[in-house]
């Protein structure tokens, strides 16, 4: 089984802020394969299937992003998922406004969520999907700008990479990491 997650932080007052961009794309790919979040387990509401011919588990905690590990490794054990079957979707303030970077492993980067979940897992070696969200404008606090929603521009921007997303992760999915990141890493993907 592989085992997709997207961070962000549960409940509408939420859904459209910048932290939330990994909820955001998972929800792209669930209404795309007609997939449903209808079931909570281990902190997380879940939605299970068959995407690209793969077994999945999609996973939105719900521990706010600072505890996302709380609900990402009891649902990696239980579903006896291998930490390379494991994707992570995430935003990332140190990537330009749509751009798009996987990788197979490394460290938190700085993000709470990501910090959260190698702490629990007890390994980075996982592949994670950075979705950039830019730098707060001006003298804006980073942890500010990440709880505010896209403005009218960026959300134009933003609307085509949540698909960009999708793709990278059903080629991640058929043909893994190196492929993946060939196709999707270039500087020249943003709008």
């Known amino acids: ?9 549960h409940g509408p007052p939420y859904a459209r802020h910048r932290h939330n961009i990994g909820y955001q794309i998972l929800d792209a790919l669930a209404h795309a394969h ?8 281990s902190k997380a509401l879940i939605a299970t299937g068959h ?9 939105k905690p719900e521990t706010y992003m600072n505890g996302s590990g709380e609900a990402v490794q009891p649902l990696a054990a239980f579903y006896k998922v291998d930490p390379a079957q494991l994707l992570v ?7 330009p406004l749509g751009r798009l970077r996987l990788r197979p492993f490394g460290g938190a980067g700085g993000h709470n969520g990501m910090k959260s979940i190698i702490a629990r897992l007890g390994t980075q070696a996982f592949p ?5 969200i830019g730098r707060p404008p001006g003298r804006m606090d980073a942890a500010d700008y990440v709880l505010h929603d896209f403005s009218a521009a960026e959300e134009e921007i933003m609307a085509p990479v949540r698909e960009r997303a999708v793709q990278a992760i059903l080629l991640w999915l058929h043909e893994g990491s190196a492929a993946t990141m060939n196709a999707f890493n270039s500087d020249s993907e943003a709008a």
Not at 34 to 41: A, D, E, N, V, W
Not at 128 to 132: C, D, I, K, T
């Open 89 to 95: 979707i995430f935003d990332d303030l140190d990537l």
């Open 51 to 59: 995407i690209a011919g793969r077994r999945l588990l999609l996973v």
């Open 34 to 41: 007609g997939l449903s979040f209808g079931k909570r387990q």
């Open 1 to 9: 089984m592989h085992m997709i997650v997207g961070l962000g932080n």
């Open 128 to 132: 994670r999907l950075r979705v950039g």
